[in-house]
């Protein structure tokens, strides 16, 4: 489902702000993998997603989805197919509208812009049925203006958006670290329950060893712009956060600088 082969990345070249953000990235995802994505601060992990997203062009290298080279195509025409969700609650939805009328906007993602047409009452029940199974109540809120909502509704609201219409690659960057631990939880199961009900293939970043191992098939980790942990399967349902933070000082010759993670 994505082939990512040999990219390279260096923002600000020839300044003394130079910096090689990704340095030589192959990955390649199966349909339904679902990649957790470790690393310390600056690793590397927000720029792949960004070059997968297509933000900024790459300076080397080919990025495949779904046996498409993308590797030239804009944001604007890979986000059809591609489903995002960042660290903070305020993007992603839109403040000044309904819970329903975002929905009703992400379900006409991809399509061409004409006259937003009034939500339907099979359409108003399909975001009924699917904002019950987060458990949140907002299935009864459907006309509230989504800026009343709290940071993890919000967070959920836009993961419901982000796979209304089932896209290629689902990107999540921290979507939960945010917030609190409780609610946290919540939204990392509704991505769980998600992920697992339309087989989505998924790169999920994370600061927190423990999620990273409980959640996915695969999990990897990054360092100076490289993968430099690539665990799946039963070997990655036998990891402790222990494992992993021996792994990454053994193989980056640093201690893991990361608070949030132990603590975690
Ligand atoms: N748009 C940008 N312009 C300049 N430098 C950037 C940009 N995006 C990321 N970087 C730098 O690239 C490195 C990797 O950043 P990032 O991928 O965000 O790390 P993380 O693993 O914490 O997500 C960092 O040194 C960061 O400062
Ligand atoms: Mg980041």
Not at 35 to 46: H, Q, R
Not at 52 to 65: K, N
Request: neutral net charge; glycine residues 10%; without cysteine.
């Amino acid at each position: 489902m994505l082939e990512v082969k040999g990219i390279y990345k260096t923002f600000n070249p020839g300044t003394v702000n130079e910096k090689h953000a990704l340095n030589g990235v192959d990955l390649t995802m199966e349909d339904g993998d679902f990649i957790t994505v470790i690393g310390g601060n600056g690793a590397g992990k927000s720029t792949l997603m960004n070059a997968i997203a297509g933000v900024w062009p790459i300076d080397e290298g080919t990025i495949l989805i779904d046996g498409a080279n993308v590797t030239h195509l804009s944001e604007h025409k890979r986000a059809a197919f591609i489903g995002r969700v960042f660290q903070d609650p305020m993007m992603g939805t839109a403040a000044t509208m309904g819970i329903e009328e975002n929905l009703a906007l992400a379900k006409r993602r991809g399509k061409r812009r004409t006259l937003m047409p009034g939500i339907k009452r099979a359409e108003r029940e399909e975001y009924r049925e699917l904002l019950k199974t987060l458990g949140l109540g907002l299935e009864n809120r459907l006309t509230s203006k989504v800026g009343l909502l709290s940071g993890g509704q919000r967070q959920a609201l836009t993961l419901l958006m982000a796979t209304l219409i089932k896209p290629k690659l689902l990107l999540l960057d921290e979507h939960t670290a945010a917030l609190d631990p409780k609610t946290a939880a919540k939204v990392l199961s509704a991505t769980d329950r998600i992920v697992g009900k339309d087989h989505l293939t998924t790169l999920m970043i994370t600061h927190n060893m423990r999620d990273a191992i409980v959640h996915g098939n695969r999990l990897i980790m990054m360092h100076d712009g490289r993968i430099i942990l690539d665990i799946r399967g039963a070997e990655k349902q036998k990891l402790t956060v222990e494992d992993l933070m021996h792994e990454f000082e053994k193989i980056s010759g640093e201690a893991f600088a990361s608070d949030k993670a132990l603590l975690g």
